[in-house]
């Protein structure tokens, strides 16, 4: 008989260790399911995804990253996938019109999740109001929709590469281009050995060091005068940082701008020589008739020009000035030869 009654409470053990861990269970589903459990009330929001993303019942619904709830199910009401989710009563509050529920996921496996942003601004959504849904960056079927898309590019490229088309394309397909290239190469390998051999101007600079001395003491003087005009030292530098010069060739330059308005605007003899036509006509009149005066001149015409032409005329008159000339001489010698005046008084 005490067998008996051992057996039992054996028994009695095994089933309340049974219910306990039944109960456990269930107590940790509803956790996994969202703070939304098994003694909480009931808020429900619904949300469409154009791609569940793998969500499924009992998935994870997150606040801000805190669970909050569980999907409570999925269904397609045309071709978008309808997502009812259950929400923890307590965060109402946080989830306004301006809240957006995306598609996460748990772990790298791929387990889905709801994310919902929290928002203090906006109005509370009631009981079986929708949230607005949005789309996750980064997720695995963008970086595969991505992938494909670079690797269809670069399978394009490669084909446009083989078909000859552009340079690249050119150069693996036409020898000449290959050839041409080839012939660049080489030229520029030779200009290099001529460069290292101390050939031409660039060989000789490089390898020359009393030429790049040279080209270093013509730097240091380049970089002197320069730090010159920079102090204002010198002509140059006084004109680019003296105030005063700057302000006198300003209004020189206006001066000169002014004048040249005026001859433009016909102020003045010079610009009523660029202007006015009569006076222009008659400068040219009187030019013209000097002309005529030194053409008549030139052919000896009148006693000027026969002055000018007639020899025997020059040299007669040459000859009566030589002997005025003498006879002033003789005058000053004796003037009381050629001077005897007498005077006789009645």
């Known amino acids: 008989m005490p067998r008996t009654r051992t057996l ?10 049974a219910v306990a861990a039944f109960a456990l269970a269930t107590m940790m589903i509803f956790a996994v399911g969202g703070d939304a459990g098994l003694f909480s009330g009931n808020y429900h929001l619904k949300t469409r995804f154009p791609n569940a993303g793998g969500l499924a019942s009992g998935s994870v619904v997150r606040l801000a990253g805190v669970n909050v709830g569980a999907v409570d199910d999925l269904y397609f009401d045309g071709a978008v996938v309808e997502v009812v989710l259950r929400v923890n009563p307590d965060v109402a509050n946080k989830i306004t019109d301006q809240s957006i529920a995306q598609i996460g996921s748990v772990s790298l496996l791929g387990e889905g999740a709801v994310d919902i942003s929290a928002s203090s601004h ?18 695995i079927a963008d970086v595969a929709e991505n992938a494909t898309q670079t690797l269809a590019a670069a399978s394009a490229l490669i084909d446009d590469l083989r078909a000859g ?4 394309g050119k150069l693996f397909t036409e020898d000449q281009l290959y050839l041409q290239l080839s012939g660049v190469v080489k030229a520029t390998e030779d200009v290099i050995v001529a460069v290292k051999q101390g050939k031409g101007p660039a ?6 060091q009393a030429a790049a001395r040279n080209l270093e003491r013509a730097l240091a003087n380049l970089d002197t005068v320069t730090t010159n005009i ?3 030292k010198g002509t140059l530098g006084t004109l680019l940082n003296d105030d005063a010069l700057a302000r006198s060739l300003t209004t020189t330059t206006d001066n000169l701008r002014d004048v040249s308005a005026g001859l433009k605007n016909g102020q003045g003899t ?3 020589l660029l202007s006015d036509d009569g006076l222009y006509n008659r400068l040219d ?37 030589s002997e005025l000339r003498g006879l002033l001489a003789e005058v000053r010698k004796d003037p009381k030869k050629y001077l005897n005046v007498k005077v006789s008084i009645f």
């Open 122 to 139: 906006g109005t509370p959504l009631v009981d079986w109001s929708y949230i607005r849904s949005g789309k996750t960056p980064g997720q």
């Open 165 to 168: 088309k552009g340079t690249v």
């Open 203 to 208: 060989g000789t600079l490089i390898n020359n």
């Open 285 to 321: 009149s009187v030019v013209q008739r000097l002309d005529t005066v030194v053409s008549t001149l030139n052919k000896g015409e009148g006693t000027a020009g026969k002055l000018l032409q007639d020899k025997e005329l020059y040299d007669n008159m040459n000859g009566a000035v």
């Open 230 to 232: 920079a102090a204002g």
């Open 8 to 17: 039992a409470w054996s028994q009695l053990k095994i089933g309340i260790l």
């Open 270 to 272: 010079a610009g009523k």
